[in-house]
């Protein structure tokens, strides 16, 4: 593990649709009181999404957070300069290392069309993730977590963590499926 800066910058009171003119062009995960939808961040600015409560929107190098309740608009990214200069500028992360991981999505991959892949299985559903995946795939949201050191008792934590991609997911090591 190496050292590694996460720079946080926040700005409060934005609709959903001033929070997303500041994300990066990528992926939006939209939460509603009646379903969750991944776009991309562009299908988020030039639409309006009823009853969108929380919005995080991602690439590779910066995730946005937006929550309605206060319009509380957060950027993080390893790279300064992406900060927006509206923004204020809050406490950076100074991580003793960082760990990239990911979420695996339910459902195996059944369609590839137009760049989107369709996830599907009989207990819960389908759901279209970007990214084209071979049938019968596994995909995963990636991340990375900002691991960081307790001054006071020396432990390790995860002070934050930052969404970054779809990718096939890889098999369990050593065991079976």
């Given at each position: ?44 600015r ?6 969108v409560f ?45 760990v ?20 599907t ?22 991340t ?15 002070a ?18």
């Amino acid at each position: 593990m190496t050292g590694t800066t996460l720079h946080v910058a926040a700005c409060d009171g934005l609709t959903f649709t001033e929070a997303m003119e500041s994300a990066p062009d990528g992926f939006a995960l939209l939460t509603t009181p009646w379903r969750y939808a991944i776009v991309t961040t562009a299908e988020a600015r030039r639409s309006t999404f009823q009853g969108v409560f929380e919005a995080r929107a991602f690439d590779e190098h910066t995730e946005l957070r937006w929550l309605q309740d206060s319009g509380r608009t957060v950027l993080l990214t390893e790279d300064p300069t992406a900060l927006p200069p509206s923004f204020t500028p809050c406490d950076p992360v100074n991580a003793a290392g960082t760990v990239d991981g990911g979420y695996l999505l339910w459902g195996k991959a059944v369609m590839t069309s137009d760049g989107w892949t369709t996830l599907t299985t009989e207990r819960i559903g389908s759901l279209r993730v970007p990214g084209e995946f071979g049938r019968g795939d596994r995909v995963e949201l990636t991340t990375r977590e900002y691991i960081a050191h307790d001054s006071a008792h020396g432990n390790a934590y995860i002070a934050e963590e930052r969404l970054l991609s779809f990718e096939v997911s890889e098999p369990l090591r050593g065991g079976k499926v």
